[in-house]
């Protein structure tokens, strides 16, 4: 639970201490936790700016891009119907589908979005959700590419699913199954 007046504090800070990196990095923090990411990402922004070397401003931002990101594809993922559930035809009714020129623009900013964020911080959470993108595209060549770069966790159970994800879209069968079973041992092991 946030504390109701977070976002005004935060805002009110911003406002007085506008040549003070550590101060709008402080309120770009409080903006993240109060779930408004895009004044997160101007207090970043601003932060950045007076200071580019301040490691939590740099961070902070890279989590606020992903944060953004993430909302774009959920937003149009959720919108698109799914016709497992016996129900979808009620919701399909009740929300239009997004087009396909809507869906193509959201996943492409959103890449652009965790392209910025890997540049920033090449943190775990962003290669994945990169490479998350990169298959609901239908890019596995490059989604596996992130995912099997030397430097990525190894025992990273949701980069392996991933993996094995992007394995079967390219038709490695055999390397798709490895990845999985690889997945399952990590999982138990954890």
Known sequence: QVPAGLLPLA?????LSTGDAPALTLAGSAAYAAGNFEKAR????????????????????????????????????????RFSDKG??????AAPAPSNDARNAALAGALTLLREAQRLDDSPSVTRN?????????????????????????????????????????????????????????????
């Open 11 to 15: 805002e009110r800070l911003a406002e």
């Open 42 to 81: 101007r207090f970043y922004s601003e932060a950045r700016t007076q200071d580019d070397k301040l490691p939590r401003a740099r961070v902070g931002l890279s989590r606020t891009l992903e944060q953004l990101a993430l909302s774009e594809v959920s937003r149009v993922e959720e919108a698109t119907p």
């Open 88 to 93: 979808a035809k009620k919701d399909q009714a």
């Open 130 to 190: 990169l490479a998350a993108v990169y298959l609901l595209q239908g890019n596995a060549a490059e989604s596996e590419k992130l995912l099997l770069a030397p430097n990525f966790s190894r025992g990273d159970v949701m980069a392996l699913r991933l993996r094995s994800r992007a394995q079967q879209q390219l038709g490695k069968s055999a390397a798709a199954q490895e990845s999985a079973e690889r997945a399952v041992s990590e999982a138990k092991k954890q």
